[in-house]
């Protein structure tokens, strides 16, 4: 499947990085985060987007206002639960296109936007 695959090279992408992955695919009753990561200190929310293409928009462009609001509420889920500290974490989003013709592009946005009140 194409979302694992673009996950499995986030993932790889971020710990050849110097991140340690902590969780996968955390899921909640208000939303899920693709990646909890950390480094440095930093407790890293990863939303992946993956694509075969930019035909249409760029993967990071589909992080809209709702899955903002579902990734925030997801992590404040995980801080609660893990007694993690909220004063340093970020949200990041990686984009991973894979064209058919092959060649694939990661890109890390670090601090892609932060959660809205």
Do not use: N, W
Not at 3 to 27: C, P, W
Not at 85 to 99: E, K, M, N, Q, W
């Amino acid at each position: 499947m194409l979302g694992d695959q673009g996950e499995a090279l986030a993932a790889g992408h971020l710990e050849a990085s110097g991140y340690t992955i902590l969780a996968r695919g955390y899921r909640t009753r208000r939303g899920e985060i693709d990646l909890i990561a950390s480094r440095r200190g930093v407790l890293v929310f990863v939303e992946v987007k993956t694509r075969r293409g930019e035909r249409f928009a760029a993967p990071a462009e589909s992080v809209d206002r709702g899955k903002r609001l579902r990734l925030a509420r997801a992590a404040a889920h995980y801080l609660a639960a893990s007694g993690a500290a909220a004063a340093s974490c970020r949200f990041d989003v990686i984009a991973v296109t894979c064209p058919e013709g092959g060649g694939v592009r990661v890109d890390h946005i670090e601090d892609a936007f932060r959660p809205e009140a």
